[in-house]
């Protein structure tokens, strides 16, 4: 069946420390997009980046799509960045439904 | 510009009323799609609708549950005689149309059924 998987479940970092985050995914994809919700539930578009690599201040985003993996780099990371982290994809497998899949997250806790 | 709207932000039902969540997608925008998160889940994909059609309500629960995005005014879901288990976040996304696939996310509103 189609799968989408994030690794790890939970991370714990001190503030300043970096990380990688990753999602795995089963078949080709439209669409790939990070999403940061945070401690109040609001869900924040990260990157659309079905391939490639993107940046955005101290997070960057990779996509290899030939091989079915997308990672997540946070770097210096601050409280502000707890919350859990989503990867969704919409895949080619059965056409192009434009329905966002979501893997189960990552969990991140920043400590001072 | 304005991002994509939900109202209410929190909304507390009685077991049997009934739930109507909005949606006022980004400008321009002329697809919607509704996802669920039941606590400590994640978000699963509920309807995709374009102005006046439903294209996929392969995610919609199949009785008390409904969905419209009217050619005027926002998107609505309609939850009928709500229960507990209905209690939920639910989170409305836009897209300028269906071959541009980047979904924006709204800040959802949360259910609660008591």
């Known amino acids: 069946g189609i799968q989408v998987e994030q690794s790890p479940p939970d991370l714990i970092l001190q503030e300043g420390a970096n990380s990688t985050l990753r999602c795995n995914f089963s078949?080709?994809?439209?669409?790939l997009q990070w999403f940061h919700q945070n401690p109040w539930g609001q869900l924040i578009n990260l990157f659309y980046i079905p391939s490639g690599t993107k940046q955005n201040g101290r997070l960057s985003a990779t996509t290899v799509a030939t091989e079915r993996y997308s990672l997540l780099y946070i770097s210096s990371s601050q409280t502000t960045d707890s919350g859990v982290y989503f990867c969704?994809?919409?895949?080619?497998?059965?056409?192009?439904?434009?329905?966002?899949?979501f893997g189960t997250g990552t969990l991140l806790a920043v400590q001072p | 510009n304005a991002g994509v709207m939900q109202n209410p932000r929190h909304l507390v039902r009685r077991r049997g009323q009934e739930a109507r969540l909005r949606c006022s997608p980004m400008k321009g925008h002329s697809h919607v799609y509704w996802y669920r998160q039941l606590p400590e889940e994640g978000l699963k994909f509920m309807v995709y609708l374009q102005k006046e059609n439903i294209i996929d309500e392969s995610g919609m629960p199949k009785e008390r549950f409904s969905a419209e995005f009217p050619k005027e005014g926002p998107s609505i879901l309609r939850i009928q005689q709500v229960v507990r288990g209905d209690s939920a976040a639910y989170f409305c996304a836009s897209s300028p149309d269906r071959t541009a696939y980047e979904q924006y996310f709204g800040p959802g509103t949360r259910l609660t059924v008591t």
């Open positions: 969704a994809v919409d895949l080619i497998y059965g056409g192009a439904t434009n329905k966002l899949i």
């Open positions: 078949d080709s994809v439209n669409n």
